[in-house]
């Protein structure tokens, strides 16, 4: 049952797009009431809007590098989607992007670096950066490998070239593995779907780097894991507040404070919301409510877009939003190239 396998990659590529471009207005807001929340997607109904066309920014950038990487390579090029990383920031460097994650574009476009991760490794004294921008632009590669072990490999390897901080690639990680499972339409059965992710979660932060990490941030072992059942507890709840919401699980840029937290977005609004329009349907409801939560809006609204839209598929999207969208239109035809090799991927075996 569910959309058809092509509607859902469609609906993955144009929803992780959506949720940036629709999301960026209210990226950095501390509180954002709904009522702005509403206005805001009122608009994109109208046929003229002053404000013209929703730019995307670094979450799309990125993502159009790593899916461009894919399709052209057909295979994962850690060489080739480093090139990529480094043109895009220096045709368009002004797409928003983290303070650090700069520094790592600069190094990338050097002719003389052999080794593509070590500019990574250098970031924030050598830790590694753990900010969300390798889990926004990891969609690709659940819609690229229908084995979950190579959606787990280059999901992780992709998410290095920017981000080697265990909790940043394990996010990236956690993010391509809910994509993959929505898109089998696991989201059938919620309690299973959540079940999935902490038990996929427990073997990938059972290692000694992830543990090394999680001691020197100040955050428990398995914190993941940790996060994931806190949005299994909000699961079982009646109701959830907003508060609650940003305080226990996060908003912010570290892709602890915001992978989850899409998660949790895309599981809550499966239900009707109190707030929410009756005449939006389970797509739309998730984008609402990440924008709702503040903070990260763009990056929370682009991992939970690409979540639902496999859920829900394209048809679920809506035309008028899309419309005001830069790159919705290319994200589409992208996503019926990447379901060719998805189905490729799938005969070799
Ligand atoms: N950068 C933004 N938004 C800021 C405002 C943009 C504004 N619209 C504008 O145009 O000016 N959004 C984008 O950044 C996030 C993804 O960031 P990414 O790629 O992870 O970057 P970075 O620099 O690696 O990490 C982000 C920040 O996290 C902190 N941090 C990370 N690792 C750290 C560590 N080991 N120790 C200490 N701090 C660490 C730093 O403050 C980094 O700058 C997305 O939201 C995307 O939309
Ligand atoms: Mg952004
Ligand atoms: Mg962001």
Not at 224 to 230: D, E, I, K, V
Not at 260 to 284: K, M, N, R, S, W
Request: proline share 5%; glycine share 10%.
């Amino acid at each position: 049952g569910g959309p058809a396998l092509l509607s859902r990659f469609r609906g993955a590529l144009v929803g992780a797009v959506l949720g940036d471009c629709v999301g960026g207005e209210f990226e950095g807001a501390e509180e954002v009431p709904l009522e702005r929340v509403l206005q805001h997607l009122s608009a994109l109904e109208r046929e003229e809007r002053g404000e013209g066309i929703l730019q995307y920014s670094d979450d799309t950038a990125m993502t159009r590098c790593v899916v461009q990487s894919l399709l052209t390579r057909g295979v994962f090029d850690q060489q080739d989607l480093a090139r990529r990383f480094a043109e895009e920031y220096r045709s368009a460097p002004g797409r928003g992007y983290g303070s650090g994650v700069v520094q790592v574009l600069q190094k990338l476009a050097s002719p003389r670096l052999s080794d593509v991760f070590q500019p990574a490794r250098a970031q924030f004294g050598g830790r590694g950066s753990f900010g969300n921008g390798g889990a926004m632009r990891s969609a690709p590669f659940a819609l690229a490998f229908s084995d979950p072990a190579q959606v787990k490999k280059y999901s992780r390897l992709g998410a290095m070239l920017t981000h080697y901080c265990s909790l940043g690639y394990n996010g990236a990680v956690l993010q391509a593995l809910a994509v993959h499972l929505a898109l089998q339409g696991a989201l059938e059965v919620p309690q299973a779907f959540i079940n999935s992710l902490i038990s996929e979660m427990e073997d990938i932060e059972a290692e000694d780097q992830a543990f090394s990490d999680a001691r020197a941030l100040n955050e428990p072992e398995f914190p993941f894991c940790t996060r994931l059942r806190r949005v299994k507890e909000f699961m079982e709840r009646s109701s959830v507040s907003i508060e609650e919401v940003t305080s226990e699980l996060g908003n912010g840029i570290a892709a602890l404070h915001s992978v989850p937290t899409a998660i949790f977005c895309v599981l809550h609004c499966l239900e009707p919301q109190p707030g929410l329009p009756d005449c939006y349907g389970g797509f739309e409801r998730t984008v609402a409510y990440c924008l709702a939560l503040g903070g990260d809006t763009d990056t929370i609204a682009c991992m939970a877009g690409a979540i639902a839209g496999a859920h829900y598929g394209i048809e679920a999207v809506p035309p008028a939003w899309q419309r005001w969208c830069e790159g919705a239109e290319e994200a589409e035809v992208w996503a019926e190239h990447l379901h060719q090799l998805y189905l490729r991927s799938l005969q070799r075996g």
